[in-house]
């Protein structure tokens, strides 16, 4: 019997959120490859064309089978939107199996309604941990690894965590990061000329991200992060392309009253990471993006307390800061120069996609 007819009912991947994008890409390319029946539920979480339309065109994901539209809102609305929604796919659909990405949550609500109908979910980018309960994110990933058939690990320390947890070992399996398969994929692309002149940007800048709740939800917090912002353009010109959670306060905050600062619309996937690849340091509060610049050896500062990535300290260009070290944390980034990127972290290697398919297609076949 060959793999393709194990595979009765289809693998369906949930996709909700600008980086669930970048990590499916690689694993529904492998998934394919390996003869896997495949459907795409988008669940609407993101919804702009440059938070999600152009993803799907530049990384050839397939055009999503339906999309629930579930939009924005509060938690408590949007969870409910996406557990209605997706128990009605589910049902109609009877997955084989349903694969999860991240931790937003589109993924906590697919990992909750597949695990109530009995059909096993596989968790890409399993067993991070921040241990701060204040960040949605980590109740997102908390609760999905309990739920998860196969745990799909990006960093060694991420098995540690989930054994920690009780999840029982056969479970997780160490398998590299799909956002770097991305990433490798698509380097010959990654024109930072092109970026520079499209969007009027100078030879040398800083790149700057800032969506969390944490940073942008509350006027004074945003006052005082635009602040600091302002003390890194006065160091180098800062572009930072706004991402729409935050928007209304950063610019009431007055971040656009700098001549240094270049605010953008956000940028689609080749773009931003060209604009990446070719800054002199990045300053962020995204997770993804710490990883990238580690393998980009571009220097980040992350404005946050705690990370769940701690590998893109330890093997990469990665440095957390309060706001008051970011000035001179970007400072001495900026007189330091670009970082060695020779130490990267197990398994970032281009391959992960392949070896999540493998896991997967084992698992269904037994
Ligand atoms: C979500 C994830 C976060 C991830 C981020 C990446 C959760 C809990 N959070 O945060 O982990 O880092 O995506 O981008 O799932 N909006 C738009 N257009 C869109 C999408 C959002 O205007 O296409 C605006 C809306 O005002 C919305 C707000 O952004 O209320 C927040 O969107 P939401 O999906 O709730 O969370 P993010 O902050 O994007």
Not at 123 to 135: I, K, N, P, T
Not at 174 to 181: A, E, K, Y
Not at 295 to 323: A, M, Q
Request: with cysteine; proline share 7%.
């Amino acid at each position: 019997m060959n793999r393709r007819e194990i595979v009765l009912a289809p693998i369906v991947h949930v996709l909700g959120a600008r980086p669930n994008f970048v990590k499916a890409a690689p694993v529904i390319g492998a998934l394919r490859a390996a003869g896997a029946e495949q459907a795409v539920i988008h669940t609407g979480q993101h919804y702009d064309e440059r938070m999600s339309e152009v993803f799907f065109t530049e990384l050839g994901l397939p055009e999503p089978d339906v999309n629930l539209g579930v939009g924005s809102g509060g938690h408590a609305e949007q969870t409910a939107a996406l557990l209605v929604g997706l128990e009605k796919e589910f049902t109609s659909r009877s997955p084989a199996l349903v694969i999860v990405y991240g931790d937003v949550n589109s993924t906590i609500a697919a990992a909750l309604v597949a695990a109530k109908l009995r059909i096993p979910v596989a968790h890409v980018e399993a067993g991070l941990r921040s241990f701060d309960m204040s960040m949605p994110e980590e109740v997102n990933r908390r609760i999905t690894d309990q739920l998860s058939a196969l745990c799909l690990v990006t960093s060694p320390e991420g098995i540690g965590h989930l054994a920690d947890e009780g999840v029982p070992v056969h479970r997780a399996h160490l398998v590299g990061n799909p956002m770097i398969d991305t990433l490798l994929a698509n380097l010959g692309s990654f024109d930072t000329g092109r970026v520079r002149e499209a969007h009027g940007l100078p030879e040398r800048y800083v790149l700057a991200t800032m969506h969390r709740p944490a940073n942008v939800d509350e006027p004074e917090t945003a006052a005082a992060l635009v602040r600091h912002l302002h003390g890194v353009a006065d160091l180098a010109d800062l572009v930072i392309p706004v991402h729409p959670r935050g928007r209304a306060n950063l610019l009431a905050a007055g971040l656009a009253d700098h001549d240094a600062v270049h605010i953008l619309e956000p940028l689609g996937y080749i773009d931003f990471i060209a604009a990446v690849r070719g800054a002199a340091a990045v300053v962020t509060d995204s997770g993804g993006l710490q990883e990238e610049t580690t393998i980009l050896g571009v220097p980040c500062l992350t404005v946050r307390p705690n990370t769940e990535r701690p590998i893109t300290i330890t093997h990469g260009t990665n440095r957390l800061v309060s706001f008051e070290e970011l000035v001179p944390g970007v400072r001495k980034a900026l007189e330091s120069g670009p970082v060695s990127a020779d130490r990267k972290p197990p398994l970032w290697d281009g391959h992960a996609g392949p070896r999540i398919a493998e896991v997967i297609m084992r698992c269904l076949g037994e």
